[in-house]
């Protein structure tokens, strides 16, 4: 995570401005139904601790999210799976105690799409456009060029350069005071081709 971000079950609501599309929309859809599918899950708590947010912070997380279940519920069917996504529980992958990793674009691009009622994958590709246009929108993009470039680049399955477009529009002015300023060299402004790379890109320009 970046220097000094102190990241709790509380803050992320707040922390959730930062989020690319894909985490954006299952922080929404757990919100608007206290429920995520199992691989909404996964992919999610993986970007989460990813982010440094901490085992028992992530379960607060997760618990309070699902308020319409009861703590037994709660216990015996989901607990153990982010218990296990931390490397708490479990065997193989687990070995090293660290858990998994946190989802590339890659792996959420083109590994398990999302079925009827799932809510992870990647909406630049996993959407029909008029669904990621409401989603790019509720994000902040209102510009019509900056939609349409969106539009364009789904046409060509060009989905990095989608989310990668909307990054840099709704980065505008930090990227480049960032730039005036060399606090940020190009380099640093690569292409991003990681969920944990949007995030922490976004929350370091928005506190320059
Ligand atoms: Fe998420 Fe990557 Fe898709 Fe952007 S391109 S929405 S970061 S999976």
Redesign the pocket.
């Known amino acids: 995570a970046p220097d000094g971000i102190q990241f709790t079950a509380a803050n992320v609501d707040s922390l959730s401005q930062h989020f690319?599309?894909?985490?954006s929309h299952l922080h929404r859809s757990l919100r608007r139904d206290a429920h995520l599918k199992h691989y909404g899950r996964l992919q999610y708590t993986l970007f989460l601790k990813g982010l440094g947010l901490n085992l028992e912070e992530c379960l607060v997380f997760w618990r309070s999210a699902f308020h319409k279940i009861t703590d037994d519920t709660f216990n015996k069917e989901y607990r153990y799976n982010v218990r296990h996504a931390y490397g708490d529980v479990g065997g193989d992958t687990n070995r090293r105690g660290s858990g998994y990793s946190p989802f590339s674009?890659q792996k959420?691009?083109t590994e398990h799409p999302p079925g009827p009622g799932e809510a992870h994958g990647?909406?630049?590709r996993h959407f029909d456009l008029e669904n990621l246009t409401a989603l790019v929108q509720a994000m902040g993009v209102t510009d019509r060029s900056v939609l349409q470039g969106v539009k364009e680049d789904k046409d060509h399955q060009k989905?990095?350069m989608a989310?990668n477009r909307v990054f840099e529009h709704l980065h505008k002015a930090e990227i480049k005071k960032a730039k005036d300023e060399g606090v940020m060299t190009s380099n640093q402004l690569e292409t991003?081709v990681h969920?944990n790379d949007?995030f922490k890109r976004s929350y370091i320009l928005k506190n320059l």
């Open positions: 690319p599309a894909c985490m674009c959420i691009l990647c909406p630049y989905y990095h989310c991003l969920p949007y």
